[in-house]
């Protein structure tokens, strides 16, 4: 719970942020990168024929 001392609120980093980043964050970061070196792969062979 957040305090209130010498007029300033003081909280613990975990109040702070509200939240965890759970594995769904890492999740989208994943796919996402996964998605941009496949968009790559195919910019390539198109351009580039294989």
Known sequence: MAKIEDGHIVETAREARGAERGPTVRNVLVAGT?????????????????
């Open 34 to 50: 996964g998605l941009v070196v496949a968009a790559f792969v195919i910019v390539y062979l198109v351009y580039f024929g294989a």
